[in-house]
């Protein structure tokens, strides 16, 4: 039908009064008028485009939302543990200290040897995250990460390459130890490429499941030794991942948005520090949670030395509670350190912690002490408390 001649709706006569019937389109239609090709691209055009926007901002939006909606004050702070030293030996000589820097940051020292994991504490607030630029809070950075730490720093180990596990690394690059080695996957090792870091070494191409026994990897002078572990990183909400994907080579310019900073492989490490070529403390890290045993090590491993600390991510949904208590039945870590439970959207405040989204973490915690606290020392640490373990 020729659209020059339609009529969309007819005016017809009832009984008393007037009416609009409208006309049926479904007919297959031509016309000459140019003004309505382009009146049509330009429709096509915009339609095309709404729909990209939204399957583009949709899971941000949903994601904001989620973060807003459901972050969670902790009431009872007695569960929270500030700066504790904890003797587990009656003549104890050994001492391993701690200091929990938020999320999944840890910075671990024995004797002169320290050791960094998932560096980062500048928390940018979401709307930069979903929509902005996020660059590291210098001041905060020098002050957690003083020159006396870095100094000592003989390995940085990340656990994943989003920019809430890594983005104070290239920040503090340039004090670092220049003998520090970077432990971390494939991917983020092309995240780091621009950074001055000249140890970086790709941990998952030694990388096995927990099945199997690994490679002991050493850093530069020997004092630290690893082991990493494929781990996975499970849903931020509806089964959607953000950021997923890898830096399939090394980047020019570092990344300055949190989309950039790619998941690449999630590993976990266990890692000792060493002495006289023995291991004298050992840590797991696992910053995010997994199902079943994914991401723990074989037992075997333990025959050697047993676990003193693990820190294990406690964010996200899902089995949580199964996962973390499979943790201690499998690694039996002297202490479980919970991390990456806090509202990491809220500027570094150790005074008013807010429970992660999504999660219930009293309830957690509680659940976790009443099956296994009595195997394992339980901590939900305070953002930027210092612990000490006596051995
Ligand atoms: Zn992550």
């Known amino acids: 039908m020729n659209i020059d001649k339609f009529t969309s709706v007819k005016y017809l006569q009832s009984t008393g009064y007037k009416y609009f019937m409208p006309e ?7 016309w000459s008028d140019p003004q309505i090709n382009s009146l049509l691209e330009r429709a096509s055009y915009l339609f095309s485009n709404s729909i990209f926007l939204m399957k583009k901002l949709l899971p941000i939006l949903v994601f904001i939302f989620s973060i807003t909606a459901c972050s969670k004050k902790i009431h009872d702070t007695s569960i929270i543990s500030k700066s504790e030293t904890i003797t587990i030996a009656a003549n104890a000589k050994d001492t391993l200290e701690w200091i929990n820097t938020g999320t999944a940051g840890v910075i671990a020292r024995y004797k002169t040897t320290a050791i960094i994991i998932d560096p980062f504490i500048s928390n940018p607030p979401i709307k930069k995250v979903a929509f902005g630029k996020i660059i590291p809070d210098t001041a905060l950075v020098e002050k957690i990460y003083s020159n006396e730490i870095l100094n000592q720093t003989k390995a ?6 989003h920019y809430d596990h890594i983005i104070e ?37 030694f990388a096995v499941n927990h099945l199997q026994e690994g490679t002991w990897l050493y850093n530069s002078d020997s004092s630290v030794r690893s082991m990493a572990f494929l781990g996975t990183h499970p849903p931020h909400f509806l089964g959607i991942t953000l950021y997923k994907g890898n830096a399939k080579k090394p980047l020019k310019k570092l990344p300055n948005r949190a989309k950039q900073w790619k998941l690449g492989t999630a590993l976990t490490y266990l890692i000792d520090f060493m002495e006289n070529g023995k291991p004298v403390f050992r840590i797991f890290t696992q910053s995010s949670s997994c199902k079943d045993s994914v991401g723990l090590f074989p037992a075997t491993l333990l025959k050697e030395k047993g676990v003193d600390v693990s820190f294990s991510g406690a964010a996200t949904a899902g089995s949580r509670i199964a996962y973390l208590q499979r943790t201690i039945d499998i690694a039996q870590p002297k202490i479980m350190v919970l991390t990456h439970w806090e509202n990491f959207f809220h500027p ?6 807010e429970g992660i989204a999504k999660s219930n973490i009293p309830k957690l915690y509680n659940l976790l002490q009443q099956s296994h606290g009595n195997k394992t020392k339980i901590i939900l640490p305070q953002p930027g408390s210092r612990f000490v373990l006596l051995r």
């Not at 049926?24 to 031509?30: E, I, P, R, S, Y």
């Not at 870091?197 to 941990?203: E, F, H, Q, S, T």
């Not at 570094?348 to 912690?353: E, K, T, V």
């Open 24 to 30: 049926k389109v479904n007919a297959n239609w031509f």
């Open 348 to 353: 570094f405040n150790p005074s008013a912690p």
């Open 156 to 161: 940085v180990f990340v656990g994943h390459g």
């Open 169 to 205: 690394l290239p920040a503090i690059a340039a004090r670092l130890n220049p003998d520090a080695t970077v432990f971390c996957s494939n991917s983020t090792k092309n995240l780091l490429a621009p950074t001055s870091l000249n140890k970086i070494v790709d941990a998952e191409q």
